[in-house]
């Protein structure tokens, strides 16, 4: 990875006769009003989830290369990057619930509470897979692996599920 800092120059004109001032458009960006370009935040998630590194901890491989970042950037960074894949999340969701066959599982994860200091409660992974088209669905649930699950985030679904039979 190469971590760069791209300047944008915008060209700014004085229109004849003071009728004002024209300044070139900034090119389009993922975050407004950011200077974080999408592989940046592409590298950040990718880090995050597929190599399980804490941002903490990718706040200090960064600093090794003389970038500071603070922390509390990162995760807003992180929460508007989050937002903008919010539409695709919705379409694999839509996706999923018009499927005729899935497969679905849950699993337990350990969820950090503040009204336990220093203690977790259980909170549910659920997901759902699809054969056609491929795609594969994440839901969480705070508290429960009951079947009421499925038919809230399927409500309405005509087709077959397939899972492990837990009861």
Not at 13 to 38: C, E, F, H, M, T
Not at 69 to 96: M, P, Q, V
Not at 151 to 160: E, I, N
Request: aromatic share 12%.
């Amino acid at each position: 990875a190469k971590i760069f800092v791209r300047r944008i120059i915008r060209p700014k004109y004085a229109l004849p006769k003071q009728a004002g001032i024209v300044i070139a458009d900034l090119p389009s960006l993922p975050l407004p009003r950011s200077n974080a370009g999408a592989s940046l935040l592409a590298w950040l998630l990718v880090n995050k989830y597929v190599n399980h590194l804490p941002f903490y901890r990718q706040v200090q491989m960064l600093k090794r290369d003389e970038i500071v970042l603070a922390e509390s950037t990162i995760n807003g960074w992180y929460s508007a990057t989050a937002d903008l894949l919010k539409i695709l999340y919705d379409r694999i969701g839509y996706h999923i619930r018009n499927s005729d066959h899935l497969f679905a599982d849950e699993t337990i994860i350990p969820v950090l509470c503040i009204d336990k200091l220093g203690g977790t409660v259980t909170g549910y992974h659920w997901i759902f897979k699809s054969i056609d088209p491929l795609l594969v669905y994440f839901y969480y649930d705070n508290g429960s692996r009951a079947k009421r699950i499925i038919g809230d985030v399927l409500p309405g679904f005509q087709g077959a599920i397939q899972c492990d039979g837990y009861v």
